[in-house]
Nanobody, 118 residues
Framework: QVQLVESGGGLVQAGGSLRLSCAAS????????MGWFRQAPGKEREFVAT????????GYAHSVKGRFTISRDNAKNTVYLQMNSLKPEDTAVYYC???????????WGQGTQVTVSS
């Protein structure tokens, strides 16, 4: 069983940057695709970014493409989300997820709050 713990959230002004981390424990995540999702108040959870097991393939939601970068360090069992040029509409709880079965996001972290002030 993989446990995921997000960190790095906080309050930042529009135009600023944050780097989120997702530390995994219980099992190595080196063979899993990983993803970041977010949920704003009153809205459904939405996809933000994904990365394949090796880090060679990434994908982004249109709303964050060019501003956010997902990466991973399999030696540290950690996935990152670098967020630049943040906007107030990026305010949300950000969740890390692991695809441990090859077909669905089966493991989730507890989330970390990101608040962007205008």
């Amino acid at each position: 069983q993989v446990q995921l713990v997000e960190s790095g959230g906080g309050l930042v002004q529009a135009g600023g940057s944050l780097r989120l981390s997702c530390a995994a424990s219980g099992r190595t995540i080196s063979s899993y695709a990983m993803g970041w999702f977010r949920q704003a108040p009153g809205k459904e959870r939405e996809f933000v970014a994904t990365i394949n097991w090796s880090g060679a393939i990434t994908g982004y939601a249109h709303s964050v493409k060019g501003r956010f970068t997902i990466s991973r360090d399999n030696a540290k069992n950690t996935v990152y989300l670098q967020m630049n040029s943040l906007k107030p509409e990026d305010t949300a709880v950000y969740y890390c997820a692991a695809d441990t079965n090859g077909s669905s996001w089966s493991n989730w972290g507890q989330g970390t709050q990101v608040t962007v002030s205008s």
